[in-house]
T-cell receptor
Framework: QQQVKQSPQSLIVQKGGISIINCAYENTAFDYFPWYQQFPGKGPALLIAIRPDVSEKKEGRFTISFNKSAKQFSLHIMDSQPGDSATYFCAASWQGAQKLVFGQGTRLTINP | GAGVSQTPSNKVTEKGKYVELRCDPISGHTALYWYRQSLGQGPEFLIYFQGTGAADDSGLPNDRFFAVRPEGSVSTLKIQRTERGDSAVYLC?????????????FGNGTRLTVT
C-alpha cells in the first residue's frame, strides 16, 4: 500500500521529443506528488509537484498530469534536451508531511 | 547560499565497525530528514527531525541505526556494527517548515561502503 510504482525503468528520447514517465500508487491518503531529478553523484532536486485537487500543473517544459480516479500521475518533458538526461523519481507523501515514498526511478537519455 | 552539506562524501569501513555521517542543513531550516538510497533504487525514508526531536524514526531498519540533532541544526547518523548490507548512499535533506509544500533540499549524500 505504501508503494509507488514507476515506469519505464529506462527511456531514450531524441532531442526535441516528448519524454513521458508514469507512476501509480495505491494509498489514497497520499496528498502530495513531487517529481525529482537526480544527476550522477548528486542528490535529488525537486522539479515540480502537484496536489490531487488539480489534474495538471505546468512549469516551463515540465508538466505533471494527475488522474485521481486511476491513482496515476505522469511527468511530461516537452522539447527534451540532452541536459535533461538524468534519473527521474516520482514520489508521494500524505498529511502534508515530507516523509516521501519514492518510485524506483527512470533513467532518461536524450540523444542529440 | 549554501545548500545541504554532507560529510564525508565517501566512507569505506570494515564490517563490524562504527560509523558517523554528518549533515549540515540549510541555515534556518527546522526540518531535517535522512534517506538511504541503494544502487538503482529510489531513496528510502529513515528518520525525520523537527527541531531537536525525532518526529518520526519509523524508517530506521534496526537498533544499530541512530540519529541525533542536539541543537536543532547539524545532525549525525550513527551506525553500529556495520554490515555489508548497510552499503548505500545516505542522503540528508532539509526543509524550511517540514510540512505542506515546503520543498525538500537534498545534499549530495555520503556513499558508505562496508567491506
Amino acid at each position: 500500500q505504501q508503494q509507488v510504482k514507476q515506469s519505464p525503468q529506462s527511456l531514450i528520447v531524441q532531442k526535441g521529443g516528448i519524454s513521458i514517465i508514469n507512476c501509480a500508487y495505491e494509498n489514497t491518503a497520499f496528498d502530495y506528488f513531487p517529481w525529482y531529478q537526480q544527476f550522477p553523484g548528486k542528490g535529488p532536486a525537486l522539479l515540480i509537484a502537484i496536489r490531487p485537487d488539480v489534474s495538471e500543473k505546468k512549469e516551463g517544459r515540465f508538466t505533471i498530469s494527475f488522474n485521481k480516479s486511476a491513482k496515476q500521475f505522469s511527468l511530461h518533458i516537452m522539447d527534451s534536451q540532452p541536459g535533461d538526461s538524468a534519473t527521474y523519481f516520482c514520489a508521494a507523501s500524505w498529511q502534508g508531511a515530507q516523509k516521501l515514498v519514492f518510485g524506483q526511478g527512470t533513467r532518461l537519455t536524450i540523444n542529440p | 547560499g549554501a545548500g545541504v552539506s554532507q560529510t564525508p562524501s565517501n566512507k569505506v569501513t570494515e564490517k563490524g565497525k562504527y560509523v558517523e555521517l554528518r549533515c549540515d542543513p540549510i541555515s534556518g531550516h527546522t526540518a531535517l530528514y535522512w534517506y538511504r538510497q541503494s544502487l538503482g533504487q529510489g531513496p528510502e525514508f529513515l528518520i525525520y527531525f523537527q527541531g531537536t526531536g525525532a518526529a518520526d524514526d519509523s524508517g530506521l531498519p534496526n537498533d544499530r541505526f541512530f540519529a541525533v540533532r542536539p541543537e536543532g541544526s547539524v545532525s549525525t547518523l550513527k551506525i553500529q556494527r556495520t554490515e555489508r548490507g548497510d552499503s548505500a548512499v545516505y542522503l540528508c535533506a532539509s526543509s524550511l517548515m517540514g510540512t505542506g509544500d515546503s520543498p525538500l533540499h537534498f545534499g549530495n549524500g555520503t556513499r558508505l561502503t562496508v567491506t
